[in-house]
């Protein structure tokens, strides 16, 4: 497990040393800045959604958004970087995030889908045949397991599961493309 902790340090260290490379890059217009935190929203309340369902570690969520794809809060993040490459106004940025994603997340995503199925065997790898990786599915996955739950969003779960973190760390990026679109131009 101390492995696994410092693959995630490594993650999140490295997306802070990117943010001086999006911040000198970024030429950020009105719109860009509109349209980027847009997208961004859009980003956050995939995991807002996701975090509201997980119950990480304990069982295997298949309902909810995990209905429509394995990994909704790792699609949440990258929608969330591309509203911050879309606010810069940078095409480059955009491919920088895409880039990111493939070699830093994907990685992890493939490293957690091996934990789960070790975990839950035959039950995952039945949901993982079914449900796409990263892209959502147009129509939700369903199983014996999933038909018969009450399980619902739940907002104690999205702050347990600390979601309010990416809240704060967009917030906090999209600020600092405001301030330099009106003061450092």
């Not at 492995?3 to 911040?23: I, M, Y």
């Not at 950020?28 to 956050?44: A, K, W």
Request: charged share 15%; hydrophobic share 50%.
């Amino acid at each position: 497990m101390i492995h696994q902790v410092s693959l995630d340090t490594v993650r999140l260290k490295l997306v802070w040393l990117l943010l001086p490379v999006l911040l000198c890059l970024a030429a950020p217009s009105l719109l860009s800045l509109l349209l980027g935190v847009i997208v961004g929203l859009f980003g956050l309340g995939i995991r807002l959604w996701a975090a509201g369902y997980i119950d990480k570690l304990n069982k295997l969520t298949t309902h909810g958004p995990y209905a429509y794809t394995r990994n909704p809060l790792y699609l949440g993040t990258l929608v969330i970087g591309l509203g911050f490459a879309i606010a810069a106004s940078k095409v480059s940025l955009v491919l920088v995030c895409l880039a990111f994603f493939y070699f830093v997340y994907l990685p992890k995503v493939r490293q957690e889908a091996t934990e789960l199925e070790k975990k839950f065997g035959d039950q995952y790898l039945g949901y993982a045949q079914m449900v796409r990786l990263i892209l959502p599915a147009v129509k939700p996955y369903r199983d014996s397991l999933s038909e018969g739950r009450s399980c619902c969003f739940s907002l104690r779960r999205y702050l347990l599961n600390r979601e309010w973190e990416a809240l704060l760390t967009a917030s906090f990026v999209f600020g600092l493309l405001f301030l330099k679109f009106f003061f450092w131009k």
